[in-house]
């Protein structure tokens, strides 16, 4: 089945909210990688989502915000917290594209423990922090829990002019509309919605990082091939989705009789 657009400004797709939040403060670099490296890392059901005939490694530094259930308010204290993500890139047999989580590092340990037992989502605590001085900022990240321990990631980046109209590769990256993810058997999508990104070029100043090779990826080799920074979204997630089966598979399973 084709893949669906990337519509860098959807409806969203679901009814009601299961989780709100917004993101603030995000820098995202971007590596292309062979398709077959990341292959094996991807839930059942889905594989690497392209852009001419290549496939990126993200590494995302951002703060959480006002995490909340549903309409209810947010979360005191344990709703904001720093966070940085390693993410690749999938599409699922509907065609629907989406991010598939291999860190999503987190500074509260609360939310971690949570979204690990409820979604499978490799949550890990860490000690993060973010300093900014005028169009500068640093990202720092220290894995506490489980582990590797100590595996660690510092960037810093220079906040450009903001963009008018992004390039392929920056939509490709950005306009993501869903998560990929493996629980209890089954592999799960979790769609979501947010405004259109307000996106920054951006310059990277130093990067010294642990986290892409602690998610069982190759060291990325040269300069990132896309730096951007976005001052923020309010998001909103919808409930997940099993993967169906394909009916080929389906039509293929034993089937149970009588009780056994």
């Known amino acids: 089945m084709d893949s669906e657009p990337v519509d860098v400004a959807p409806e969203q797709a679901f009814g009601w909210a299961v989780l709100r939040q917004r993101w603030e403060a995000l820098t995202f670099l971007h590596w292309a990688v062979a398709p077959e490296v990341v292959a094996p890392l991807l839930p059942a059901g889905t594989r690497p989502d392209t852009l001419d005939g290549v496939t990126h490694v993200g590494l995302i530094g951002f703060r959480m915000v006002g995490l909340g259930l549903g309409r209810g308010p947010a979360v005191p204290y344990l709703g904001s917290f720093w966070e940085t993500n390693v993410r690749l890139y999938s599409v699922d047999d509907t065609g629907r594209r989406a991010v598939v989580f291999r860190s999503l590092d987190a500074s509260r340990l609360i939310p971690v423990l ?105 060291p990325p080799v040269g300069p990132p091939a896309s730096v951007l920074f976005s001052p923020g979204v309010p998001v909103r997630f919808g409930p997940p989705v099993p993967l169906l089966r394909p009916a080929s598979a389906t039509a293929a399973a034993p089937r149970r009789r009588g009780g056994r």
């Open 114 to 218: 949570v979204a690990r037992a409820t979604l499978g989502l490799p949550y890990l605590w860490s000690a993060m922090g973010v300093d900014s001085d005028g169009d500068r900022y640093t990202y720092r990240c220290r894995r506490r829990w489980p582990g590797p321990r100590g595996a660690t990631s510092r960037m810093v980046v220079r906040v450009g002019a903001p963009i008018a109209e992004p390039t392929p590769l920056e939509h490709f990256v950005t306009a993501r509309w869903g998560l990929h993810t493996r629980a209890y058997g089954r592999t799960l999508h979790l769609p979501n919605w947010h405004p259109r990104w307000p996106l920054h070029r951006a310059e990277l100043l130093h990067l010294d990082d642990d986290l892409i090779t602690a998610a069982g990826l190759p």
